[in-house]
């Protein structure tokens, strides 16, 4: 099975602040990488999928690169609805894994 | 608009079974395959299995292997995910979501499993 790794596990930031979330894989998963956001007491919402593919009526201060092994998620301009618990998944291969996940406080 | 709705909170003794239902609309139902997600308290996602509405065919997470049956209705859109032989582990809330990469969730459904 492929085991997902996030950094950091939590992070405190301020509203303005550009944030970046890393998310690995234990090994190759080309571009199958998807992003989540979840708020408490809320299901995930999809943010990304592809690796760098926004959904439908995500805002564009949302953006995800990378390939292979390493990826990020990157928030352009924090906004106080922007504070949540991001998870990454690999969706490359059987079973789909997710990252234990990223959360992001208010500083 | 897409929408997933699930059955209501439950609360089962040890050793019981839990079914738990997942109601589509929006889209035709047979076009996406439909997860499983758990996540217990406080903790992360954990993906459980997969069911292809159109033909009904399922690929589980071995962790649930001979416990979990997913199974679906196309009369009503409606898929299920039976847990046996519940533990105090399995207290969670069960997620379904749509598509290959989860685009859409379901609001999720509380399982508590207690003596």
């Known amino acids: 099975d492929i085991q997902m790794t996030q950094s950091p596990s939590s992070l405190s930031a301020s509203v303005g602040d550009r944030v970046t979330i890393t998310c690995r894989a234990s090994?190759?998963?080309?571009?199958?990488l998807a992003w989540f956001q979840q708020k408490p007491g809320k299901a995930p919402k999809s943010l990304i999928y592809?690796?760098?593919s926004l959904q439908s009526g995500v805002p564009s201060k949302f953006s995800g690169s990378g390939s292979g092994t390493d990826f990020t998620l990157t928030i352009s301009s924090l906004q106080p609805e922007d504070f949540a618990t991001y998870y990454c998944q690999q969706y490359n291969s059987y079973p789909p894994s997710f990252g234990p996940g990223t959360k992001v406080d208010i500083k | 608009q897409v929408q997933l709705v699930q059955s209501g909170a439950e609360v089962k003794k040890p050793g019981a079974s839990v079914k738990v239902s997942c109601k589509a609309s929006g889209y035709t139902f047979t076009s996406y395959y439909m997860h499983w997600v758990r996540q217990a308290p406080g903790q992360g996602l954990e993906w459980m299995g997969i069911?292809?509405?159109?033909?009904?065919?399922?690929s589980y997470a071995q962790k649930f292997q001979g416990r979990v049956t997913m199974t679906r209705d196309t009369s009503t859109s409606t898929v299920y995910m039976e847990l046996s032989s519940l533990r105090s582990e399995d207290t969670a809330v069960y997620y379904c979501?749509?598509?290959?990469?989860?685009?859409?969730w379901g609001q999720g459904t509380l399982v508590t499993v207690s003596s």
């Open positions: 979501a749509s598509g290959t990469t989860g685009d859409y």
């Open positions: 592809a690796a760098s």
């Open positions: 069911i292809n509405p159109s033909g009904g065919s399922t």
């Open positions: 090994q190759g998963i080309s571009n199958y």
